[in-house]
T-cell receptor
């Protein structure tokens, strides 16, 4: 199997500042997914990246997949208080005869008003 | 709206007293998963069903069992809960198995073992 390592674990920003979280793998990933979990809530799927060097945008969120497909990042421009939560990346790992998603450790974002 | 529903939202049980958590889905997805999420940690996959085919993770304790009587429902049984089983239990579904299908999570059941 393989794991995805995610940094930083915590990030505090002032409202309006930018935020980035990074996921890294020692092996090539076929794909990577990103989820957001609000405090007290459940993870919600944001996006999936599949192609080498892929960049996708959702309003103020920009998702990137590295050229080698070993790393990914989520960048939020001009954070708002509604961005508060924990952001998880999830990548594939081998579980017996099947492949499943394993979650990174998450980055907990706090936005100070 | 199609969704994943978990009951109860909060559950308190005593050490060693069996407990069952339930999950239902109206998405008509083939795959249903159970995750355990402890405080400030990532969700950890316990097992999943692809249709009626049960798949257990290698490190899931024998104390945890699951049943899927039909497409819509899935249950998590904890036979003899320990204090370390205090966690949020998340049910999720996906349309197909594998790593490309996004996961749709329920609101979770927060279990406290006393």
């Amino acid at each position: 199997g393989q794991q995805v390592m995610q940094i930083p674990q915590y990030q505090h920003v002032q409202e309006g500042e930018d935020f980035t979280t990074y996921c890294n793998s020692s092996t090539t990933l076929s794909n990577i997914q990103w989820y957001k979990q609000r405090p007290g809530g459940h993870p919600v799927f944001l996006i999936q990246l599949v192609k080498s060097g892929e960049v996708k945008k959702q309003k103020r969120l920009t998702f990137q997949f590295g050229e080698a497909k070993k790393n990914s990042s989520l960048h939020i421009t001009a954070t708002q208080t509604t961005d508060v939560g924990t952001y998880f990346c999830a990548g594939p790992y081998s579980s017996g005869s099947a492949r499943q998603l394993t979650f990174g450790s998450g980055t907990q974002l706090t936005v100070l008003p | 709206d199609a969704m994943v529903i978990q009951n109860p939202r909060y559950q308190v049980t005593q050490f060693g007293k069996p407990v069952t958590l339930s999950c239902s889905q109206t998405l008509n997805h083939n795959v249903m998963y159970w995750y355990q999420q402890k405080s400030s940690q990532a969700p950890k996959l316990l097992f999943h069903y692809y249709d009626k085919d049960f798949n257990n993770e290698a490190d899931t304790p024998d104390n945890f069992q699951s049943r899927r009587p039909n497409t819509s429902f899935c249950f998590l049984d904890i036979r003899s809960p320990g204090l370390g089983d205090t966690a949020m239990y998340l049910c999720a579904t996906s349309r197909v198995t594998g790593v490309y299908s996004p996961l749709h999570f329920g609101n979770g059941t927060r279990l406290t073992v006393t």
